[in-house]
């Protein structure tokens, strides 16, 4: 039996400047972030709170759109403990500014994340690659909104 998890893209309004210009130069237009829900509890890496789980209301303060993508998965088991083990690491701040160079060095530090590349190895961990890693080292959140799963349309937050 597969289980489904949601992978949310968002933005903030206000937006915070800097996360607005690290996804544009990544080649997102409208999402500056993203982060899994799974059973109404966001797992996701943010500047300003590095890696967390939290409830989903706490997670959705300040978004002002979103969209939702719908991935199988796997071991929902094994993508939750990766996710809860990533809890309390700091946000990986030299690889989020290193986003406008992709074809650089894997900047990649196992002890921090972006909010990206958390989702990517979370969903990796439940057994599920959206890209190949040996081939993609820098995933920003316009490289997993393009894969192909079920998308809603983009709905606007109000709180």
Same mark, same amino acid.
């Given at each position: 039996?597969?289980?489904?998890?949601? #992978?949310?893209?968002?933005?903030?309004?206000?937006?915070?400047?800097?996360?607005?210009?690290?996804?544009?130069?990544?080649?997102?237009? #409208?999402?500056?972030?993203?982060?899994?829900?799974?059973?109404?509890?966001?797992?996701?890496?943010?500047?300003?709170?590095?890696?967390?789980?939290?409830?989903?209301?706490?997670?959705?303060?300040?978004?002002?759109?979103?969209?939702?993508?719908?991935?199988?998965?796997?071991? @929902?088991?094994?993508?939750?403990?990766?996710?809860? #083990?990533?809890?309390?690491?700091?946000?990986?701040?030299?690889?989020?500014?290193?986003?406008?160079?992709?074809?650089?060095?894997?900047?990649?530090?196992?002890?921090?994340?972006?909010?990206?590349?958390?989702?990517?190895?979370?969903?990796?961990?439940?057994?599920?690659?959206?890209?190949?890693?040996?081939?993609?080292?820098?995933?920003?959140?316009?490289?997993? #909104?393009?894969?192909?799963?079920?998308?809603? @349309?983009?709905?606007?937050?109000?709180?």
């Amino acid at each position: 039996m597969t289980n489904k998890i949601t #992978l949310r893209f968002t933005t903030k309004w206000p937006p915070n400047p800097i996360s607005k210009i690290i996804g544009f130069f990544g080649g997102s237009k #409208l999402f500056s972030h993203c982060f899994i829900i799974i059973d109404n509890l966001a797992y996701e890496s943010t500047m300003i709170y590095g890696c967390r789980v939290v409830d989903l209301k706490i997670a959705m303060k300040g978004v002002a759109y979103y969209q939702d993508m719908t991935i199988p998965i796997k071991n @929902k088991k094994l993508a939750i403990k990766f996710g809860d #083990l990533q809890n309390g690491k700091k946000y990986d701040y030299a690889g989020a500014f290193g986003i406008p160079f992709l074809s650089s060095e894997n900047w990649a530090d196992d002890d921090k994340w972006w909010c990206s590349e958390h989702n990517f190895m979370m969903l990796g961990a439940g057994g599920v690659w959206l890209l190949d890693p040996e081939v993609y080292k820098r995933i920003t959140p316009a490289h997993l #909104l393009m894969c192909n799963y079920p998308k809603s @349309k983009i709905k606007k937050h109000i709180e």
